[in-house]
């Protein structure tokens, strides 16, 4: 079968490759929401401490797909999906993206490590390894933990992690909007595996 490019006349071809032609949704060639549940994931989980806009959770779940993570935990006053808020954000990513809700964050870090995850908490703290530096960490697979929009990511967890990462900011203000963040951090783990 021909493909769609291979279908066009040469003149509208030559003019596309001039003006650098905008590609339309079916040509960006996405895997099928069957098999994107069956194709393998990256060894990345993330974890939600107390994150209470339901816009920055669902778009967490639509970062998350499109960074093929592992899971989501969803965890204390952390909504869970169906909620329309969150599928304002989330387009559809909640039912691609595994996930469950846990009432204690602290029992779900322990129970990784346990398991031999490393959990790295996303956070400006006293002792941090800068984003740049990430690739100086040594892990099979990695739990990254996102703090809620006022009070960040609770100390018990600050203190349980193996990591503490943090993105340098050059700007006037302290923090970054924690979805934008989920953005800048989850490209920098998964390219590792591209
Ligand atoms: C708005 S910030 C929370 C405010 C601040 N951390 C505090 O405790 O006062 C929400 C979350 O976004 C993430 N975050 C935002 N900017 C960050 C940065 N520059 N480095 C690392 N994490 C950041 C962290 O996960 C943080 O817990």
Redesign the pocket.
């Known amino acids: 079968m021909k493909t769609y490019v291979e279908n066009m006349p040469n003149f509208i071809l030559e003019f596309n490759n001039t003006m650098n032609r905008k590609l339309k949704l079916w040509e960006l060639n996405r895997v099928s929401e069957e098999l994107f549940k069956e194709q393998p994931k990256f060894p990345v989980i993330v974890i939600l ?1 107390d994150i209470r806009s339901l816009n920055n959770i669902g778009s967490f779940f639509r970062t998350s797909d499109a960074f093929n993570v592992e899971k989501i935990y969803l965890c204390g006053i952390t909504a869970i999906p169906p909620h329309r808020e969150i599928q304002k954000t989330a387009l559809g990513a909640t039912e691609t993206v595994n996930w469950e809700h846990r009432s204690s964050i602290i029992e779900l870090v322990n129970e990784l490590k346990s398991q031999g995850v490393k959990v790295a ?4 703290a006293e002792k ?1 390894t800068f ?1 740049q530096h990430i690739h100086e960490l040594d892990y099979e697979k990695i739990a990254l ?9 609770d100390q018990d967890v600050i203190d349980a992690s193996d990591y503490i ?5 050059f700007g006037t203000k ?5 979805s ?2 989920a953005g800048v ?1 989850l490209w920098e783990f998964v390219k590792r595996y591209v």
């Open positions: 401490n908490s996303i956070e400006q941090t984003l933990v996102f703090g809620n929009e006022v009070d960040g990511v990462i943090e993105i340098p900011q302290h923090s970054l909007n924690v934008v963040c951090i």
